[in-house]
Antibody, heavy 121, light 111 residues
Framework: QVQLVQSGAEVRNPGASVKISCKTS????????MHWVRQTPGQRLEWMGI????????SSSQKFQGRLAMTWDVSTSTVYMELSSLTSDDTAVYFC??????????????WGQGTPVAVSS | QSVLTQPPSVSGAPGQRVTISCTGS?????????VHWYQQLPGAAPKLLIY???NRPSGVPDRFSGSKSGTSASLAIIGLQAEDEADYYC???????????FGGGTKVTVL
């Protein structure tokens, strides 16, 4: 079955970067888009960006453009999300989520377990 | 403030029917983009409950149903059960933002 397993909780100082991994199994990485979504302490869900491992392309929400990088390693079926210039507003739980179909407006049919990130001095 | 608007909470007794509304605008639900629904239990990741307005993934009980009309959508839980106590989120796509968007979430309480 499809599984997405994310890396563990992180604590960072303001201005630092954080890189989260999401190891996939049960399907071929290049056959599906992957999205990143975060959940704020107030429980609000925010879409961050999308990656197409088959076409070597990524796209970020305007809110994160310039400080969000999404990469992948096909050999290990792992995707990565790196967010830079962190502020306290980036304190959240970060999820990778597989697109059900390969369109920007897809539903998300499998989710990682979430990675808590705390940004504090 | 979320692009899609949901009521913060709804409640009902076991066996009752509850509905959760999701209101958007002409740039998302009104632009014919589908709505999807997720259930989030405490401490867990969201789980896909309804996709493309009315469709249930395999394994989702048929007491959950979805509908969409114009700039609004609804999730109905018919025959509420204790295990349905959770947060529920709607999701769609906004063409002006070029982004997936979510509702603020609705907490369902079983009385």
């Amino acid at each position: 079955q499809v599984q997405l397993v994310q890396s563990g909780a992180e604590v960072r100082n303001p201005g630092a970067s954080v890189k989260i991994s999401c190891k996939t199994s049960g399907y071929t990485l290049t056959n599906y888009y992957m999205h990143w979504v975060r959940q704020t302490p107030g429980q609000r869900l925010e879409w961050m960006g999308i990656m197409n491992p088959n076409a070597d392309s990524t796209s970020s929400s305007q809110k994160f453009q310039g400080r969000l990088a999404m990469t992948w390693d096909v050999s290990t079926s792992t995707v990565y999300m790196e967010l830079s210039s962190l502020t306290s507003d980036d304190t959240a739980v970060y999820f990778c989520a597989r697109g059900m179909w390969n369109q920007r407006f897809s539903a998300f049919d499998s989710w990682g377990q979430g990675t808590p990130v705390a940004v504090s001095s | 403030q979320s692009v899609l608007t949901q009521p913060p909470s709804v409640s009902g007794a076991p066996g009752q029917r509850v509905t959760i509304s999701c209101t958007g605008s002409s740039s998302n639900l009104g632009a014919s983009y589908d709505v999807h629904w997720y259930q989030q239990l405490p401490g867990a990741a969201p789980k896909l409950l309804i996709y493309a307005n009315t469709n249930r993934p395999s394994g989702v009980p048929d007491r959950f149903s979805g509908s969409k009309s114009g700039t609004s959508a609804s999730l109905a839980i018919i025959g509420l059960q204790a295990e349905d106590e959770a947060d529920y989120y709607c999701q769609s796509y906004d063409r002006d933002l070029s982004s997936s968007v979510f509702g603020g979430g609705t907490k369902v309480t079983v009385l």
